[in-house]
């Protein structure tokens, strides 16, 4: 069973390029977050996708976008590439109809986006 | 808004002793879910033990446990006998069960453990 996989592992961009990251959701999962965790601190949320549209977005500019397509995975779309985006960004899944139970989402081990 | 406070930044405990991980929330939310994650050097989250607010007993989950103080807003972790592989960042977070239909986590800033041989 095929757990939460994010690709790719590490990136370096330079300011102002665009980045794309990519997840695939675990096994039977049909929704996907996204978390930005800069170092040292704990994980913010960028936003959901369910039914390939955005349902949540946290507090993070226009800059960063998404996309889920028809198999459930997403992607995160990171423009204008600013020094402070330097982070692990980090992909969860869940399912929805479980959304209103304690079921917890499960976290990929993130893609480690450094910004020169 | 829902924020969460875990005070410690850093902690060590020796190897089969014990230790409690703090974690403080704020909430105007009368029913929601608690969760303490691992996050090892690998930096995958994992999930360690979780908490209904709505249940009294506190969870347990063979060597790890919960003190929940809903009244207090307080949700601490106990690791018993403590083992190497316990070594690792350790976040609290917080997710309300109703105002939309959205299971984002609200995490602590984390509490880095060491574990000493």
């Known amino acids: 069973d095929a757990g939460v996989t994010q690709s790719p592992t590490h990136l370096i961009k330079t300011r102002g390029q665009q980045v794309t990251l990519r997840c695939s959701p675990k096994s039977g999962h049909d929704t996907v977050s996204w978390y930005q965790q800069a170092l040292g601190q704990g994980p913010q949320f960028i936003f959901q996708?369910?039914?390939?549209?955005?349902?949540q977005r946290g507090n993070f500019p226009d800059r960063f976008s998404g996309h889920q397509y028809p198999n459930y995975s997403s992607e995160l779309n990171v423009n204008a590439l600013l020094l402070g985006d330097s982070a692990l960004y980090l992909c969860?899944?869940?399912?929805?109809?479980?959304?209103?139970?304690?079921?917890?989402?499960?976290f990929g081990d993130g893609t480690r986006l450094s910004i020169l | 808004a829902q924020t969460v406070t875990q005070s410690q930044p850093e902690m060590s405990v020796q190897e089969a002793e014990t230790v409690t991980l703090s974690c403080t929330y704020d909430t105007s939310e009368s029913d929601y879910y608690l969760f303490w994650y691992k996050q090892p050097p690998s930096r995958q989250m994992i999930l360690v033990i979780r908490?209904?607010?709505?249940?009294?007993q506190n969870a347990t989950e063979n060597r790890f446990s919960v003190n929940f103080q809903k009244a207090a807003k307080s949700f601490s972790l106990k690791i018993s006998d403590s083992q190497l592989g316990d070594a690792a960042m350790y976040f609290c977070a917080f997710r309300g069960r109703y105002g939309g239909a959205t299971n984002k986590l609200i995490f602590g800033t984390g509490t880095l453990l060491a574990v000493q041989p």
């Open positions: 996708y369910y039914e390939e549209e955005e349902r």
């Open positions: 908490q209904e607010a709505y249940k009294q």
């Open positions: 969860a899944s869940s399912l929805t109809r479980q959304v209103l139970s304690n079921q917890p989402q499960h």
